[in-house]
T-cell receptor, first 117, second 112 residues
Framework: DAMVIQNPRYQVTQFGKPVTLSCSQT?????MYWYQQKSSQAPKLLFH???????NEADTPDNFQSRRPNTSFCFLDIRSPGLGDAAMYLC????????????????FGPGTRLTVT | EDKVVQSPLSLVVHEGDTVTLNCSYE??????LLWYKQEKKAPTFLFML????IEKKSGRLSSILDKKELSSILNITATQTGDSAIYLC????????????FGKGTKLSVIP
C-alpha cells in the first residue's frame, strides 16, 4: 500500500545532541511537510518542500533544518535539541496543488515522538 | 492571521449518543476544510469539504460546511468506544502556500 513512513517512531536524545528524523513516501507526491505537535496543541508547520524547493515558515527556529535528497525521502535535523523541542514530529505529503484544480489533502505518517533528556 | 477554532475542546459521552463537533474559521483565502481523526498516532483523513451545504458521509460520520457562517460541523451518530480520539479541523488557505491551519482539536471520549 502507498504510504508515508517515519523512522524511528520513538527517539530519545540528550540535551544539545543533534538528532535526525526521517520520512519516506511511496505516494510519489511532490510536496512534503514537517509539523511539530506538542501535547494538546494543533500541529504546527515547520517547513515544506515543493519538489526540491524548500519553504521555511517564518517562526521556525534556526535549530531546525531539513533535507530532501530525492522525491521519496525527507529528513528533519535538530542541531541542538532543547527540552522545549520534545514533541511529536509529523511528516505529511500532498499532491501538486498548483497543477491540480482540486483542493488537496495531506497524508500523514505515524509520527516520531521525540524525548529530550 | 488565519485562525481555526474548534469547540468544545473536550467532550465525554456514552456509547450510542450522537455528538456534534464544531469548527469555525477566519482565513484570508479559503479553499477547503478538512477533518482528521487523531488517536495515539498521526491524524487520519476523514473528510474534505469545499462547497457549502453538501453533506459528506462515511458510515456513522457526516460533515457539512457553511461558508456563510464560516463554519463546519462533524456529526457522529451511535458513538462507539472506538470513536474516542481527538478530532482536528484544518483549513487550506490556498494562498499559493501549502499550509493547513489546524484547530486545537476536540477530544472526544466515549464511555461504555
Amino acid at each position: 500500500d502507498a504510504m508515508v513512513i517515519q523512522n524511528p517512531r520513538y527517539q530519545v536524545t540528550q540535551f544539545g545532541k543533534p538528532v535526525t528524523l526521517s520520512c519516506s513516501q511511496t505516494l510519489n507526491h511532490n510536496v512534503m511537510y514537517w509539523y511539530q505537535q506538542k501535547s494538546s496543541q494543533a500541529p504546527k508547520l515547520l517547513f515544506h518542500y515543493y519538489d526540491k524547493d524548500f519553504n521555511n515558515e517564518a517562526d521556525t527556529p534556526d535549530n531546525f533544518q531539513s533535507r530532501r535528497p530525492n522525491t521519496s525521502f525527507c529528513f528533519l535535523d535538530i542541531r541542538s535539541p532543547g527540552l522545549g523541542d520534545a514533541a511529536m514530529y509529523l511528516c505529511a505529503t500532498s499532491r501538486d496543488v498548483i497543477r491540480s484544480s482540486a483542493a488537496y489533502e495531506q497524508y500523514f505518517g505515524p509520527g516520531t515522538r521525540l524525548t529530550v533528556t | 492571521e488565519d485562525k481555526v477554532v474548534q469547540s468544545p475542546l473536550s467532550l465525554v459521552v456514552h456509547e450510542g449518543d450522537t455528538v456534534t463537533l464544531n469548527c469555525s474559521y477566519e482565513v484570508t483565502n479559503f479553499r477547503s476544510l478538512l477533518w482528521y481523526k487523531q488517536e495515539k498516532k498521526a491524524p487520519t483523513f476523514l473528510f474534505m469539504l469545499t462547497s457549502s451545504g453538501i453533506e459528506k458521509k462515511s458510515g456513522r460520520l457526516s460533515s457539512i460546511l457553511d461558508k456563510k457562517e464560516l463554519s463546519s460541523i462533524l456529526n457522529i451518530t451511535a458513538t462507539q468506544t472506538g470513536d474516542s480520539a481527538i478530532y482536528l479541523c484544518a483549513v487550506d488557505n490556498g494562498a499559493g502556500s501549502y499550509q493547513l491551519t489546524f484547530g486545537k482539536g476536540t477530544k472526544l471520549s466515549v464511555i461504555p
